[in-house]
């Protein structure tokens, strides 16, 4: 895949990585992606993917960001993530230079102006590139912040431990 990757094309690249698992999900050009999976990943996933660049400037090795906007936001709008009818929402970004995926805590970005930016380190995207599940501490307004990153053999690992963290973080 290029860099220059579509959301239905990161939408595709969750479900082949999470093929076995789904029972069903929406279209694939439609976000947010809803997808019912099997234990043990929450039974329902809303998927809001993102393409994720690394900044001019910031060199190879610098800091990849994704900018989030969500369905019907516009310029200096603020909006959050639709956590409603018992979905887990997934904030998804695709790395496609590295194949792979990060997943933030959707939680923790809530009443967001127009194209917040999001960020993830380069040391896990290396980590998920070896084929580990990385992760990286971010401090925010918000919270702390465990962002983890994935590559597609082990992403529903990811996922499982992504909603493991936010309980734990929704329960302390």
Known sequence: MGTKITKQQIHELLIDSLADSIREHSELDKTPLEVEVDFPLPSKLRVYGYRVTTPPGSGPNGEHIARLIVPGQNPGERSSFDHSEGYFVLLLGYAPEREVFILWDAGLHRDFLYSKIVRVNPGPLF???????????????????????????????????????TTERLIN
């Open 127 to 165: 980590e998920a590139v070896a084929g580990n599940i990385g992760s990286q501490e971010r401090h925010l307004h918000t919270g702390t912040e465990i962002v983890l990153t994935a590559n597609m053999n082990n992403l529903s690992d990811a996922i499982e431990l992504r909603s493991k963290l």
